[in-house]
């Protein structure tokens, strides 16, 4: 697995959250303000309504400060809010709740399905990526002459379990086709599986060819 840089991100994580809070937002203000949507569950449409007790709490809970923190959050930040809301609020991460739907329409439907590929485009251009952080195998890179991308982007902590992590620039992950398959609903909190975040990373290996002749080199 190869290491990304928060450091080097910041400026264009930044705005990338600027262009994109306002569609979370007007999301967010519509199901306060209406208390219903029309959501897709199993490849059927449903309507469902939020509680008041519900609504009062999004209201007080996911306010503008809380949306911008939910965007450019540290994965250290991340595991502390994924703990701490799966102790006070563990319905929310239940599919087949009222509330989770919410949140997915919020940050997933209005949020990162509504990124187009001109988004993405910019995304692997800004972090420099040529090859899938995970397997440092596959080549990823943006096709200027047709617009496609070759690539996914993968959510390190999945947003089918985490819906409001969708829209977290540092929970995307530049990966081939192939890891993003493999991976899938892997949740990567479970830390018996000791997997490092990739923004955590520390390359610290180096290494190093010395050529003297065509079959004569040594290595460090």
Known sequence: MLSLDIQKSKSFAQDFQKKHIKSLKDARDEVIHNGTV?????????????????????????????????????????????????????????????????????????????????????????????????CNRNYIFDVKENGHIKGNIDHFYPKAKYPYFAMNFYNFIPVCEGCNKVKHEFDTTDVSKKIIHPYERKNEKIFNIEISAVDDFSYK
């Open 38 to 134: 029309e959501v897709v569950i199993k490849n059927k449409p449903k309507k469902i309504y939020l509680s008041k007790a519900n609504r009062k709490l999004l209201q007080k809970k996911l306010n503008d400060k809380t949306i911008k923190f939910l965007m450019l959050c540290t994965p250290k930040e991340q595991r502390k809010v994924i703990k701490s809301l799966k102790k006070k609020f563990p319905s929310i991460h239940n599919q087949k709740t009222n509330i989770y739907q919410f949140l997915k329409y919020i940050f997933i439907t209005n949020g990162y399905e509504n990124l187009d590929t001109e988004a993405k485009k910019l995304f692997y251009r800004n972090l420099e990526i040529t090859s899938c952080i995970y």
